[in-house]
């Protein structure tokens, strides 16, 4: 398999490659690299946190103001621990696809919760299931507390139905916008009245307010439950085309093929199996191709992680880290709307490009970074109550340059370069910086990742 090719592959299943593992690859076919891929994510390793704290509470004290406070400020504290833990995660994921498609996934069925259990029961049913049946996937979407919560299907009653989580089922998750009627929007929401759950997040159906009357739902009539609808939903083509066009454009291009879309369609339709459909793109000789290599954009967590892979380093403070998050548009746990976040040219700004430049040589020196970059710094601050805060800050993180040293002692100035950014550079740039040879390979490094190019995969 061509290094180039390699590459390519690691910064969209993963976050980069370093020299050493790629040496390792190199002698290997596309098919067995991709099979040992698929390999190391049969494993599903849950992402923990400490939740012992919850075994001094009950459902009864949320009825008590003081408790019930307590309760949510020491949950919201735990987010953001768990930010940090999941952020840390993919810097050193050992199912390198399973956390990339997790990722994907967050960004699919999006959520966000501030109770701590049912976020980290979210989590892990995203990564669950990341590369399983995506029918089955999407029942258990529906019954997870943290998406009850989210989409109002909690408040989801026989006598007054609500809509919400009915119509970004279909809009947002499923078929895409125009593909249902709003008479399917309010026959889908009587299917899952009733959805609850208890205080431990477990699910449960109320009976007393579900809706057992007949439903006339995408042409089809019956007393259709929740699992009901989506087996419907399934059924329509709309649904396999939907998700091969998520998936395209996350994992391959921007710019939709029609003729890969439909090749994907063809395979996924009937069976939903992802596992499948990944493989089949991983392994198509048109993933390859030279238009789909450097044409995404990386989104803010890419490049932070990206960045790791290359120089390893841990940021000492999980607030800092959300800081990070912040600065350049994407912060775990918290999307923006139900819709998510907009990929793509949407990453990238006049204030976030700036942000992203400056970065590397902050993060990897131990630099101060300042919000004059990105404006409207108290809108962003919310959490944090610090008051040194509300100007500049120093990002503390320890770097580990010892490995960076390791894995690229053999490698030039000129291959730190293809190394390092993995997409093309126009010869004029490259030229430009190769004119800096005189000063360290660690100074060098901070340089490339200083460069437009490196916003690309």
């Known amino acids: 398999m061509k290094s180039a090719h390699i590459q390519h592959l690691y910064n969209r299943i993963g976050f980069g490659i370093t020299p050493n593992q790629l040496a390792i690859l190199l002698s290997k076919s596309k098919n067995v690299v991709v099979d040992e891929l698929f390999l190391e994510s049969k494993i599903i390793t849950p992402l923990k946190a400490d939740l012992t704290f919850l075994d001094n509470y009950s459902a009864q004290d949320l009825k008590d103001k003081n408790k019930r406070q307590e309760l949510q400020k020491i949950s919201r504290a735990k987010v953001i621990d768990y930010n940090f833990m999941w952020f840390n995660r993919l810097s050193n994921p050992k199912e390198i696809l399973r956390e990339k498609m997790t990722l994907f996934w967050a960004n699919h069925f999006v959520c966000e919760n501030k109770n701590i259990l049912f976020v980290q029961k979210y989590n892990n049913t995203l990564r669950e299931n990341a590369l399983g049946n995506f ?56 299917a899952f009245t009733g959805y609850f759950h208890d205080f431990n997040g477990d699910f449960k159906l109320r009976k007393n307010q579900h809706d057992n009357a007949d439903k006339t739902f995408l042409g089809k009539t019956g007393n259709f439950n929740g699992d009901a609808i989506i087996d419907i939903i399934l059924e329509q083509k709309q649904c396999a085309r939907f998700i091969s066009e998520k998936i395209y454009t996350y994992f391959v291009n921007d710019t939709i093929n029609e003729n890969h879309i439909n090749e994907m369609v063809a395979l996924f339709y009937g069976s939903y199996n992802i596992e499948k459909l990944m493989r089949f793109v991983f392994n198509s000789d048109w993933f390859y191709a030279d238009e789909n290599m450097g044409s995404k954009i990386k989104s803010p967590v890419e490049f932070l992680i990206g960045m790791h892979t290359i120089v390893p380093y841990k940021i000492e403070q999980p607030r800092k880290a959300i800081l990070l998050q912040k600065l350049l548009g994407q912060v775990l746990l918290q999307p923006p709307n139900v819709a998510g976040w907009q990929t793509g040219r949407n990453w990238i700004d006049s204030n976030t490009i700036v942000t992203r430049l400056r970065l590397p040589s902050v993060l990897l020196n131990n630099a101060e970074i300042t919000y004059s970059d990105k404006g409207d710094e108290e809108a962003m601050l919310t959490n944090f109550s610090e008051k040194k805060l509300r100007r500049k800050t120093f990002v503390k993180a320890k770097i580990d340059w010892e490995t960076f040293d390791k894995n690229f002692k053999e490698s030039s100035f000129q291959d730190l370069v293809i190394q390092i950014l993995g997409t093309k550079i126009n010869d004029g740039t490259k030229a430009q910086i190769l004119k800096k040879q005189t000063v360290s390979k660690r100074d060098f490094c901070i340089q490339i990742m200083s460069l437009p190019e490196y916003q690309l995969c």
Request: proline residues 4%.
């Open 135 to 190: 029918g089955d996937f999407a029942k258990k979407i529906a019954k997870e507390p943290a998406m009850l919560n989210y989409l109002n299907n909690k408040q989801n009653r026989k006598k007054s139905p609500n809509e919400n989580f009915a119509r970004e089922l279909m809009e947002l998750f499923t078929l895409g916008q125009g593909k249902y009627t709003e008479k399917d929007i309010v026959a889908s929401a009587r």
